[in-house]
T-cell receptor, first 113, second 110 residues
């Protein structure tokens, strides 16, 4: 079983569309994250949830909205997609906010055309 | 988070040891030093972490300077599978605002 799984792996869509990326973890972790990796290989945090509660919301356009139906899931909805949204998005989880190590998903490569 | 500095790239021959350095001169007393690596087309994976003492696990060793202002990740025998980007990070007690990057891109030559 994959510890942190995200779908889809690839997503190609047109500008202006709305899309979602799903993430699930089966590790029993309390904290989940969305990271964005740009072309320069930096991974920057977008959102962090702890037990379904939003605890970090970095400077991200409000077209991006995370939703956590339960602590094992953190989905990312993106409205009105723009060319600049093209990137690889990673979901991750950690045991709790005190650290202990991230476990990352394999990423979703989003291409907006 | 305290800033880390790593070389952009390094090369190693297969089956030779690799020493990947990281400078973190602004580290605070409670900051753990963590290393992750990202294989091509995958998410980062945990490698090792430590506070003050050197650490060993099945993947690597971590040597921490006495003043903790630098550390070195040691891969004892590089394999082709070790070709990846290696990130040195210093998360606070939570991982909330950690930025990974740009890291060291390690190439392993057969």
């Amino acid at each position: 079983d994959t510890a942190v799984s995200q779908t889809p792996k690839y997503l190609v869509t047109q500008m202006g569309n709305d899309k979602s990326i799903k993430c699930e973890q089966n590790l029993g972790h309390d904290t989940m994250y969305w990271y964005k990796q740009d072309s320069k290989k930096f991974l920057k945090i977008m959102f962090s949830y702890n037990n379904k509660e939003l605890i970090i919301n970095e400077t991200v356009p409000n077209r991006f909205s995370p939703k956590s139906p339960d602590k094992a899931h953190l989905n990312l909805h993106i409205n009105s997609l723009e060319l600049g949204d093209s990137a690889v998005y990673f979901c991750a989880s950690s045991l709790d906010r005190a650290g202990g190590g991230y476990t990352f998903g394999s990423g979703t490569r989003l291409t907006v055309v | 988070d305290a800033k880390t500095t790593q070389p952009n790239s390094m090369e190693s021959n297969e089956e030779e040891p690799v020493h990947l350095p990281c400078n973190h001169s602004t580290i605070s007393g409670t900051d753990y030093i963590h290393w992750y690596r990202q294989l091509p087309s995958q998410g980062p994976e945990y490698v090792i972490h430590g506070l003050t003492s050197n650490v060993n696990n099945r993947m690597a060793s971590l040597a921490i300077a006495e003043d903790r202002k630098s550390s070195t990740l040691i891969l004892h025998r590089a394999t082709l599978r070790d070709a990846a980007v290696y990130y040195c990070i210093l998360p606070k007690t939570s991982y909330d605002k950690v930025i990974f990057g740009p890291g060291t891109s390690l190439s392993v030559i057969p």
